[in-house]
């Protein structure tokens, strides 16, 4: 089990960056798939990036080269480098740890980004 906090959303012009950040309550060294996904108003929830415990790393056509996925182990925590960014990236980014079977989400933090 874990416990995932996201930060460092907001609102930001286009063509701007934000880095978000999830913050792990337990030691992430060990958990094979963490990722971040998106929830725009009236769409679904959609994966944006995943980064596996050996560091290979996945992301939506959208993102690909604007976004980068990372992961600290000794802080137990997650990154998404977002830039270039696009009004269509506003979205609740939630954060995900995939343990086992079972999916683990943080709060969601929002991303506006305006034209």
């Known amino acids: 089990q874990v416990q995932l906090v996201e930060s460092g959303g907001g609102l930001v012009q286009a063509g701007g960056s934000l880095r978000l950040s999830c913050a792990a309550s337990?030691?992430?060294?060990?958990?094979?798939?963490m990722g971040w996904y998106r929830q725009a108003p009236g769409k679904q929830r959609e994966l944006v990036s995943t980064?596996?415990?050996?560091?290979?790393?996945n992301y939506a056509q959208s993102v690909k080269g604007r976004f980068t996925i990372s992961r600290d182990n000794a802080k137990n925590t997650v990154y998404l480098q977002m830039n270039s960014l696009k009004p269509e990236d506003t979205a609740v980014y939630y954060c995900?740890?995939?343990?086992?079977?079972?999916?683990?989400w943080g709060q969601g933090t929002q991303v506006t980004v305006s034209s």
């Open positions: 995900n740890a995939l343990i086992s079977v079972d999916n683990y």
């Open positions: 337990r030691s992430i060294s060990g958990i094979n798939v």
């Open positions: 980064i596996t415990k050996g560091g290979s790393t």
